[in-house]
Structure formats: structure tokens, C-alpha cells
């Protein structure tokens, strides 16, 4: 464990980085990479350029640690049982999609192949997801929940693709969804899909 | 039934027609509709500006009509039985978004909402999709291939969403699916899908 060094200058307000942060997702929701510049993006938080080239070299490096600090990665959560656990994993999606952070990682989700400095920001994004399916589908496979070979590929892409068009198909003018909504939502997605994996070893 | 009127000085060449919507397509997918020109389109074709002025009053005429051109509209097709019906909506959703058009068709998907020019555009082919999939439930619980109150939106949903995801997922760089591929992954996403809509009756 080492101490963190002490930064120079003045101290780092956190209310100012979350909101470049904010400001960072909303230019690049709006604009994509191609419109995305450290001027809009430091008007649109309202603070000068200088605070930003104080922070950040460049704005890939900026972008990167905004889309890190608010939209995250998905992680795995072990709750112990496999309908509890993909129902923490497409909770976890939505509010990634369907938040005030959805359009920005939707957009990742489109440019990042044709982005070269956002690619690794979406590899990681994605190794995480397939990551947590994989050690998802593991226990689930350990415990007799699921058939052995079940696809964590097709899972995956169903579970994860069936959160994006819910929060693609909600007009932008529709109230956000709330806390309730996205669990109601996981759990709908996820009987809707288990019962998918869970019976393809009868048949 | 009207007859066609005759167009109005020469007449128009199909071909140069293809080339100009699969540019207009080109330029969408890499620039997105904010760095969507005339100019750039008629560069990228090899035409002059004014063979596209000729053409369309607007930029927004000109993409309404390549989209329609190029991607279409999902149609329902009655094949018999719901793993036959399945298999061609998901092989249309798959050809539209892993195809030479694919990336314009997910810049669509993402931007349509923000963008009230290409609205109506999106708004028709999300039309055209539930209604082919409403058609094809409603014939699979006619059949008694269903149990009826099966979820359209959850199976359109993750459907799409899983075609979606398998373009998206795949790099830029590797070769392109090919008809068969296309076929084979219908298949496998619709035997996967089918398990859950089929047996959750029995649970």
C-alpha cells in the first residue's frame, strides 16, 4: 500500500470534476467523437479551459476518465443464486444505458471500433461484462442451475442487447426510469431469458 | 393505378443512384448526421453537387430515400411455422445490421431520437419491426406453438438487440458475414430465444 502524493496547487474539488464529467458525457452524447473538443466541453461545465489542460493532456484522456468515473464497468456480484445474479448484471446495463449516462455509452458502444484512442475504454468495458457472464454462468453450472455449455456468448448478447433496445426504444422526452423501473425490468428480462437456458437441456 | 410520369430531361441511371445512396450511407455511418453534407456525399460518389441538387430539394430527402434504398424495412414473411418466421426476422435484422449498411442502421438507431429529420425514418422501421413480430406471435398462439400473453416487446427486444450486439461486437477488421454465417446465427439466437417463450407455460 502506498500513501497518495498530495496534489499540487489547490486541492481537487470533486463537485467540479463531477461535473466536467457530466459535461464531458453530455458533449460527446450529443456531438460523438467527431464534435467533441475541451472548449465545448469547458463551456458546457462552465469552468475555463486552463482548469481543464490543468487536469487532462489531452481529450481522449479526459473522455476516458469521465466515461471510468461515471458510467463504470459492470462487475459481479455473487447474490448466490443465478436468477439473483443476472438480475444484479442487467440491473447494472441499464442504468448504464438508460440513466442520464445511456446516450454517451451508447455512443461508446457505436464509435469505439472506428475510435482508436476510445477502443480501449470499450475493450475493457466489454471484457468486463463477458467476464462477469462467464463466472456467472460458472456458478450457475456448478450449483445444477444451468446445463453445462450453456452459450455465455448468446446470454450475453440477448441480456445485454435487450437492455439497450429498452433504453433505445424510450422516447427522449419520457421520463427516466427510475430505481423500481430498472429492477422491475432486470427481473422481467431475466425470467424472460433464464427460462431460455435453463429448459434448452430438456428438449 | 396511376401511370408513371416520365422523368424530365435524361433519364435517371440506377446505378448512378446506388453509388450515391451507398456514399450517403458511408457518410453517415463514419460522420454521424453532424458531419452529414451534400458536398461530402457527391465527393465521395464521384458526381457533381448539382447531379444531387437534381435529385433531392434537401440533405434530409437524400438520406430518407438511401436508407430506404439500401436497408429497407423489416416485412413479415409467413413461412409456416414460428421457428421458420423467427429465423427470417432475425436473418432481415441481422443483414441490416451486420451488412454493408450496418453501421449506418445502428448511427440511426442511435441518433433518430435526438434528430427530428430522421425521426420519421425510425419511427416507420420500429413500425414495421413490431408489426412483423406481433404477426408472427400471433400465428405461433393460433398454432398453439405459443402460450398466449407471450411478451412481443421482450422477444423483439432481445431479438434485435442480440443481432445488434453480434454486429457490434464484431471488429472492424474481420471479414464480413457472409450469407451463410448470417443464416447459422438466426438459427442459433432464435433456437436460443425460442426456449424461453415456449416453455414458460410450463413453469
Given at each position: 500500500?502506498?500513501?497518495?502524493?498530495?496534489?499540487?496547487?489547490?486541492?481537487?474539488?470533486?463537485?467540479?470534476?463531477?461535473?466536467?464529467?457530466?459535461?464531458?458525457?453530455?458533449?460527446?452524447?450529443?456531438?460523438?467523437?467527431?464534435?467533441?473538443?475541451?472548449?465545448?466541453?469547458?463551456?458546457?461545465?462552465?469552468?475555463?479551459?486552463?482548469?481543464l489542460?490543468?487536469?487532462?493532456?489531452?481529450?481522449?484522456?479526459?473522455?476516458?476518465?469521465?466515461?471510468?468515473?461515471?458510467?463504470?464497468?459492470?462487475?459481479?456480484?455473487?447474490?448466490?443464486?443465478?436468477?439473483?445474479?443476472?438480475?444484479?448484471?442487467?440491473?447494472?446495463v441499464?442504468?448504464?444505458?438508460?440513466?442520464?449516462?445511456?446516450?454517451?455509452?451508447?455512443?461508446?458502444?457505436?464509435?469505439?471500433?472506428?475510435?482508436?484512442?476510445l477502443?480501449?475504454?470499450?475493450?475493457?468495458?466489454?471484457?468486463?461484462?463477458?467476464?462477469?457472464?462467464?463466472?456467472?454462468?460458472?456458478?450457475?453450472?456448478?450449483?445444477?442451475e444451468?446445463?453445462?455449455?450453456?452459450s455465455?456468448?448468446?446470454?450475453?448478447?440477448?441480456?445485454?442487447?435487450g437492455?439497450?433496445?429498452?433504453?433505445?426504444?424510450?422516447?427522449?422526452?419520457?421520463?427516466?426510469?427510475?430505481?423500481?423501473?430498472?429492477?422491475?425490468?432486470?427481473?422481467?428480462?431475466?425470467?424472460?431469458?433464464?427460462?431460455?437456458?435453463?429448459?434448452?437441456?430438456?428438449?
Open positions: 500500500m502506498s500513501m497518495e502524493t498530495a496534489p499540487v496547487g489547490r486541492p481537487r474539488d470533486p463537485e467540479v470534476d463531477r461535473r466536467i464529467a457530466q459535461a464531458a458525457l453530455d458533449v460527446f452524447a450529443e456531438a460523438g467523437w467527431s464534435g467533441f473538443a475541451m472548449e465545448t466541453v469547458a463551456r458546457r461545465a462552465g469552468v475555463g479551459k486552463a482548469s489542460y490543468l487536469r487532462w493532456s489531452s481529450k481522449e484522456a479526459m473522455l476516458a476518465d469521465a466515461l471510468t468515473l461515471r458510467i463504470g464497468r459492470v462487475a459481479d456480484v455473487d447474490t448466490g443464486t443465478l436468477p439473483g445474479d443476472l438480475t444484479e448484471l442487467a440491473a447494472q441499464l442504468r448504464a444505458y438508460a440513466g442520464d449516462t445511456g446516450r454517451a455509452a451508447l455512443r461508446l458502444t457505436l464509435e469505439a471500433a472506428t475510435i482508436p484512442s477502443a480501449g475504454h470499450y475493450d475493457a468495458m466489454r471484457t468486463a461484462e463477458i467476464g462477469a457472464a462467464r463466472a456467472i454462468v460458472r456458478r450457475g453450472i456448478a450449483r445444477s444451468l446445463p453445462a455449455g450453456t455465455v456468448t448468446l446470454l450475453l448478447n440477448t441480456l445485454i442487447g437492455a439497450m433496445m429498452r433504453a433505445l426504444t424510450s422516447p427522449a422526452d419520457k421520463r427516466p426510469m427510475t430505481a423500481r423501473d430498472i429492477i422491475r425490468h432486470a427481473r422481467q428480462l431475466v425470467d424472460f431469458l433464464l427460462n431460455a437456458v435453463t429448459t434448452s437441456a430438456l428438449q
